[in-house]
């Protein structure tokens, strides 16, 4: 049974989809600690009402190598999830779990990518940038915000009337139906 971890800082759908996700298939893996640096963040109700064990761990505490892998190997974790997780991972977890760590990014990388380029900031650059395509980006986690190896991606069009809400709402759809399955696949691979 492969292990895995959700690193999220936020409300958590994508998390509890994943989760959900997990639970009610027999995919020889399933979602057994989810991690955030927010106390309050909404994901870890989430994981609770699910059975999932949960850590809150600090800016601080993600850069002390000891205290993280000491974490991932009591989960005895296999493979890492961001999902709307806002720090920067640190180097040694990247190497670790090389290939073993997603992260969802909510445009088309390369573009509109990079620090300080995650879910509102996204929607908005896309929509005042006249886009007429946006989507998902589903891609393995480096040491550079948003340039690990692409493993799968999604388009959706953007219509001239669309407000940074309505794409994040085509967004969200986008990422429901796609990023558990791809997680899947990619633990098939590993």
Known sequence: ??????????????????????????LNAEVV????????ARVLQRAASFGVHSRVI???????????????RQYEIDFIVLAGFLLMVPPFLVAHYNHRMLNIHP??????????????????????????????????????????DILFQASTPVETADTPEDVARKIHELEQLHFPRVIADALLSC
């Open 107 to 148: 445009s088309l990388l390369p573009k509109f990518g990079g620090k300080g380029m995650y879910g509102d900031n996204v929607h908005k650059a896309v929509v005042a940038a006249g886009e007429t395509e946006t989507g998902i980006t589903i891609h393995f986690v480096s040491e550079q915000y948003d340039e690990g």
């Open 58 to 72: 600090t800016r601080e505490m993600l850069r002390d190598q000891k205290a993280v892998m000491s974490l991932m």
């Open 1 to 26: 049974m492969k292990k895995i971890a959700i690193f999220a800082s936020g409300n958590g759908s994508n998390a509890e989809n994943i989760i959900r996700y997990f639970q009610s298939r027999n």
């Open 33 to 40: 600690l989810v991690v955030s640096n927010r106390t309050d």
